[in-house]
């Protein structure tokens, strides 16, 4: 891997990490999961769901925090696969 290759891998981690981390903590809350637990729970809704991981993270984190995903799908898969745990699904 080329310097440049590494460094642009370095800032997409960067910013997409926060919202995973956020998003397993939720999930590790409502759930009684282990962090590994959590992770595999949205990397499996994610593959099933075909949708990138770091959006989805994003859209449960946002939905946990009463905000309202700007993606219909989105909110969609949420509410299918955790409208039960969380508010204002």
């Given at each position: ?6 460094e642009?891998h370095l ?5 997409t990490?926060?919202?995973i981390?956020?998003a397993?903590?939720v999930?590790t809350?409502q759930r009684?999961?282990t962090p590994e637990q959590?992770?595999?729970?949205l990397?499996?809704v994610?593959q099933?769901?075909?949708v990138?991981l770091n959006?989805?993270?994003a859209a449960l984190v946002?939905?946990?925090?009463g ?23």
């Open positions: 891997m080329h310097a440049d290759e590494f642009n800032e997409a981690a960067l910013v990490r926060p919202a981390e956020q397993k903590g999930l809350g009684c999961a959590a992770f595999q729970e990397r499996h994610s099933n769901h075909n990138k959006e989805l993270a946002d939905t946990a925090a905000r309202t995903p700007g993606n219909a799908l989105l909110r969609k898969i949420i509410w299918q696969e955790w409208g039960d745990i969380l508010p204002n699904c």
